[in-house]
């Protein structure tokens, strides 16, 4: 790994109220989320980081704002990783699409949007992927019921 | 006259009830259709072929229309997403046919108790024999056959009924 990238990647960040560390040897960015795009555009840009691996959320119920938007990049010259983690609150968990940067983002902003019910605001189509039309909530919210089911089809007596 | 062809009286003749001809001529000639939709697939494969050898007992051939088939195998979980279509694979079968619940997860969800997954094929499809195991031995779904062979030969086999 990179170890001069990073630390290059590192103080380029640390501005903006973003405050870049290195945990477990990956870099993590804790950010505003309105400092979401540039950054994206500095890593891709200027950094190399072509592959967006992956957008998840982590919902933390006793805590406001509630839930962590959390991005994952990769380069695929480099080899090193970077994450970013943006927090939302849970009256409007809004945070700006990444599809104007990665393809990829469409799907995996889908997913997290039937998981948890994040808006990315920018792309078109969040219609239910893994889920069904007409499931009611977010299941990997702590508040969903864990035995909660919504079958499609009726139960036989 | 041809000697071999002259009726002796002896064996010309057999009398049987027709339930038990119709059961006997049905439980050796199961088309199973195989609904596969997790790692039970593996198991499947293993007493499909060589080694376990379904075809002993007739249950050999799978058909890849459900139209065609008499036994409907529910190999792996099914999601509440999944249930409209295994519905529809089951409604397709013609008359006369059998579901089995191959695995703890077709049969009672196994350990997946979440928004996903259906607690069991029963919840909407009848389910004539259920197989335990996560993945059953080869042994136990041979054991399942041999089961649903029983009481396919001890059913009554009406030629006619509401349904056919």
């Known amino acids: 790994m990179d170890q001069g990238l990073l630390e290059r990647l590192r103080e380029r960040l640390d501005a903006e109220g973003r405050e870049p560390v290195f945990a477990h040897g990956l870099l993590a960015v804790p950010l505003p989320r309105e400092a979401l795009l540039d950054t994206v555009n500095l890593l891709k840009n200027d950094f190399g980081f072509d592959l967006f691996l992956d957008v998840t959320a982590v919902d933390w119920p006793e805590r406001e704002p509630r839930f962590d938007v959390v991005y994952h990049f990769y380069s695929t010259r480099e080899h090193v990783r970077v994450r970013l983690k943006t927090a939302v609150t849970a009256a409007e968990p809004v945070v700006d699409s990444l599809v104007g940067h990665y393809g990829s983002a469409h799907f995996m902003e889908r997913e997290c949007h039937d998981m948890y019910g994040i808006v990315f605001r920018g792309n078109a189509d969040l219609r239910p992927i893994l889920l069904y039309e007409g499931f009611e909530g977010h299941p990997l919210r702590k508040d969903y019921p864990k035995e909660r089911e919504q079958p499609l089809v009726r139960y036989r007596e | ?164």
């Open chain 2, 1 to 164: 006259m041809n000697q071999a062809n002259e009726k002796s009286g002896a064996f010309e003749y057999l009398t049987t009830r027709k339930d038990e001809l119709v059961g006997w001529a049905r439980k050796f000639s199961i088309f199973p259709y195989p609904f596969v939709t997790a790692c039970c697939a593996m198991e499947f494969m293993s007493v499909s072929s060589t080694m376990y050898d379904t075809d002993r007992f007739g249950a050999a051939l799978p058909r890849f229309s459900p139209r065609q088939s008499d036994l409907l195998m529910v190999v792996g979980t099914i999601t509440h997403k999944q249930a409209p279509i295994l519905k529809k694979v089951y409604e397709q079968m013609c008359e006369p046919k059998w579901v089995m619940a191959f695995g703890v997860c077709a049969s009672s969800g196994g350990f997946y108790r979440n928004y996903a997954a259906l607690q069991g094929i029963d919840k909407i499809i009848p389910v004539d024999v259920y197989i335990p195991g996560c993945p059953p031995r080869p042994e136990s779904v041979i054991d399942g056959i041999m089961q649903l062979q029983d009481k396919i030969a001890n059913a009554s086999h009406p030629i006619i009924n509401e349904k056919f």
